[in-house]
């Protein structure tokens, strides 16, 4: 309503809240390779004896690169799928003091992102109006642009904090009167 005749904020922030609500975590990973869909479009597309490589960094195994210092990925047979179902069936540890990957950095990140983007939003909303609707929609997106995983991800969420940094200032900025951008 302090936007009148304004569209899209709100489908912006039920898309992005949702996107930062409902990241793929490690339980989330093994349960769509062990529920069957995996393997069934794999049957599907593919004939013969298959035998799966997974290529995965586990935050306590992986090394790191010498020269990135991000983790280095390991191959991991197929004896994986086996771990995915049993990770997969934990998944009720997930967000408790027992979740051994709610600890990582990465995580607490993921956690801190949606209060993050819950304190943005009830900073802007306040002081919504015409002249600022765009750069709230824009704020709002913000977290489309926060993709993959790991130091990938970390990468995107830099880029995206210090592109929100901007948009907030300019949502804060009065808008400049016709009068006075002339003078």
Known sequence: ??????????????????????????????????????????????????????????????????????????????RMMKAFALLAKFKGLRGTPLDPFGYSHERRTERALVSDYEAMLAGITGALDLQNHAYAVALASIPDKIRGYGHVKARHLAAAKAEEADLLARFRAPPVAPAQAAE
């Open 1 to 78: 309503q302090r936007a009148p005749g304004r569209s899209g904020l709100a489908e912006a922030v039920a898309r992005n809240l949702y996107k930062l609500m409902a990241y793929k975590d490690e339980y989330e990973v093994a349960r769509l390779y062990a529920d069957g869909e995996f393997l069934r479009q794999v049957d599907a597309a593919f004939e013969g004896d298959l035998k799966f490589e997974f290529h995965l960094a586990p935050p306590l195994l992986a090394r790191k690169d010498p020269v990135t210092g991000e983790p280095r990925k390991m191959r991991f047979g197929p």
